[in-house]
């Protein structure tokens, strides 16, 4: 079907590769309008391309998510271009693994600065530009049946207590309680907002862990359906929650981790599995 004016639109923060990538190339599929906001102009541009060549609409705007001035960027531009924002989802992520006791002030604010200040900056800025559409329309029941969604792409971590990853795992447990309040703050406007925690997922930037073989096999040892997840299966989980599918979700996060968060220990039962 040829895309037009009427179709949705997301921003997709960290858009230009892994998970966000996915979920822009998926909302593409699914006839919506995307905007690839990510630090990394190659892949960004790459990734548009890649939509485009698919028949789907894509723009990249370059964006540090921890810049105010780079989301409102983000903002302006997909404003002008498309008219409108639908959908949001946030990928753009860090991370600084480290021994806690040898976590420096540093590299702490950094992860602080992407992972939960650009989930805010972004989910802020793309907030008031769905509610000044909403006070803008003339048509309130057409404004209704459009999606209104926003996703942040958190992590089992929120939950899963990590002695290596800490800076990591405390942002993201900041981020499921982002989602859950911004969920409260934005449902008497209608605006859904919601989470997903992926666990263990195949993307360029686990790809280098998963390819050693001890910490492959200690990640399956702690994944149930016993397999790394695939992006796709991510991106699936953000097309229905985008979706009016999903109308009564908000202040959700809904886990995607071939059931590690189910996994409390291992131990061998007489059928031979773990139980
Ligand atoms: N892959 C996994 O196993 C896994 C597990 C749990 C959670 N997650 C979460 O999923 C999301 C995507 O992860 P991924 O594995 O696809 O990561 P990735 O490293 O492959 O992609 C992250 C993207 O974010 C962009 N980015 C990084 N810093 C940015 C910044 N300051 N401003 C804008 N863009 C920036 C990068 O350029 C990249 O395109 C992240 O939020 C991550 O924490 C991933």
């Not at 997909?78 to 420096?104: E, Q, Y």
């Not at 290596?164 to 405390?170: D, K, Y």
């Amino acid at each position: 079907m040829p895309i037009t004016s009427a179709d949705p639109v997301a921003v997709v923060t960290g858009g230009a590769r892994g998970i966000g990538f996915a979920c822009a190339r998926r909302f593409a599929r699914d006839g919506m309008r995307v905007v690839i906001a990510d630090i990394d102009e190659t892949s960004g541009l790459a990734a548009c391309e890649e939509i485009e060549a698919h028949g789907g609409e894509a723009l990249f705007v370059h964006c540090d998510v921890g810049e105010r001035f780079d989301i409102h960027n983000v903002m302006a531009e997909t404003v002008d271009t498309f008219g409108r924002v639908d959908v949001m989802v946030a990928a753009a992520a860090a991370g600084a693994p480290s021994a806690f006791l040898d976590i420096d002030e540093k590299s702490f604010d950094a992860v602080m600065r992407v992972n939960l200040r650009g989930a805010f900056l972004a989910g802020q800025a793309v907030a008031r530009q769905m509610v000044r559409q909403l006070q803008a329309t003339t048509s309130r029941d057409a404004e209704r049946e459009r999606p209104y969604s926003l996703i942040f792409i958190s992590s089992v971590n929120a939950v899963m207590a990590s002695a290596t990853e800490l800076a990591f795992a405390v942002s993201k447990g900041a981020v499921n309680q982002l989602a859950k309040s911004m969920a409260i703050a934005l449902a008497p406007h209608g605006i859904r907002v919601n989470a997903i925690g992926p666990g263990t997922v195949s993307t360029e930037s686990v790809k280098p862990l998963i390819s050693d073989a001890k910490t492959r096999a200690n990640v399956l040892s702690r994944t149930p359906l016993g397999r790394i997840g695939d992006a796709n299966e991510i991106a699936a989980i953000a097309a229905f929650l985008a979706s009016r599918e999903a109308s009564y979700i908000t202040g959700q996060c809904i886990y995607a981790d071939g059931g590690r968060l189910a996994l409390n220990y291992t131990v061998e039962t007489l059928a031979g599995g773990p139980a």
